[in-house]
C-alpha cells in the first residue's frame, strides 16, 4: 500500500469519504464476480470432467482399431495411410465476466488417408476412430483450459478482495475518522476563540458605560 497523501481540513475529509466510498463500491462488485464466476467454475469442471471421460473413450477406442488395423494389414497399410497435410484444431472463444478462454474446439483434416491409398475398409474405420478421438482430444483441451483461466482469475478476484478488505478499505476508515477528530478539535478551538473575541469586544464597552 502507498502512502496516502490527504489533502489538509475539510478537502481532505471529503477527499477520504469519496475514495472510501470508491473502494467498498470496488469490494462490492469484485465479491459479486466472484460468485459469479465460482458459479461457472461449476459447470467448467463438471464439462472438463465429461471431456476427459468422452477422450479416454475414444482414445481407447482409436488404440483398439490401430490394433486390428496393424494385425490385418500391418506396417505398410498403416505408413500409406498417413495424411498428406497435417491436422489443424481451431478454438472458438467466449468472454464471460471479463475472463476470455476457449469455448469449443474443432478439427480440420483427416488423420489418416483415403482407403484409396490404404486399400482396406479397416483403415478407414481406424481412421474416423483417430478422428473421433482427436475432436475429443481438443474440446477435453478447451474445456481445461477453461476451467484453469477460471480458476486464475477467482484467485486474482480473491486476493484483490482480501487487499481491499484487511488493508485498503481499513486505512481509509482509519483516515477518515483521524480526519474528522482533526476538524472536530479544530472546529471547537475556533469556537472558543470566537467566543473570547466576542467577549473582550463587549467588556470594554460595559466598563465605559
Known amino acids: 500500500m502507498t502512502n496516502l497523501r490527504v489533502p489538509p481540513g475539510r478537502a481532505g475529509r471529503l477527499w477520504l469519504r469519496h ?12 465479491e459479486q464476480k466472484s460468485r459469479a464466476l465460482r458459479e461457472h467454475q461449476a459447470r ?4 472438463a470432467r465429461a471431456a476427459r471421460e468422452e477422450w479416454e473413450e475414444r482414445a481407447g477406442e482409436a488404440r483398439e482399431w490401430l490394433l486390428r488395423e496393424a494385425l490385418a494389414g500391418g506396417q505398410r497399410e498403416l505408413r500409406l495411410a498417413e495424411p498428406a497435410e497435417p491436422v489443424e484444431v481451431t ?9 476470455r ?42 474445456a481445461v483450459r477453461a476451467q484453469r483461466t477460471v480458476d486464475a482469475e477467482i484467485a486474482a478476484t480473491t486476493q484483490r478482495i482480501r487487499s481491499l478488505r484487511r488493508h485498503w478499505i481499513p486505512r ?12 472536530e478539535e479544530q472546529e471547537r478551538a475556533e469556537g472558543i476563540r470566537h467566543r473570547w473575541a466576542a467577549a473582550h469586544q463587549t467588556r470594554p464597552s460595559a466598563e465605559r458605560s
Open 44 to 47: 467448467l469442471a463438471e464439462r
Open 91 to 99: 478454438f472458438t472463444w467466449t468472454t464471460v465476466m471479463g475472463v
Open 172 to 183: 481509509l476508515t482509519a483516515a477518515l475518522r483521524h480526519a474528522e477528530l482533526e476538524l
Open 19 to 30: 475514495r472510501l466510498a470508491t473502494a467498498e463500491r470496488g469490494a462490492e462488485l469484485l
Open 101 to 142: 478462454y476457449p469455448a469449443d474446439a474443432a478439427v480440420t483434416g483427416t488423420p489418416m488417408g483415403p482407403p484409396s491409398t490404404a486399400g482396406s475398409t479397416a483403415v478407414v474405420r481406424t481412421g474416423r476412430a483417430f478422428r473421433a478421438a482427436l475432436e475429443a482430444g481438443a474440446r477435453h483441451a478447451a
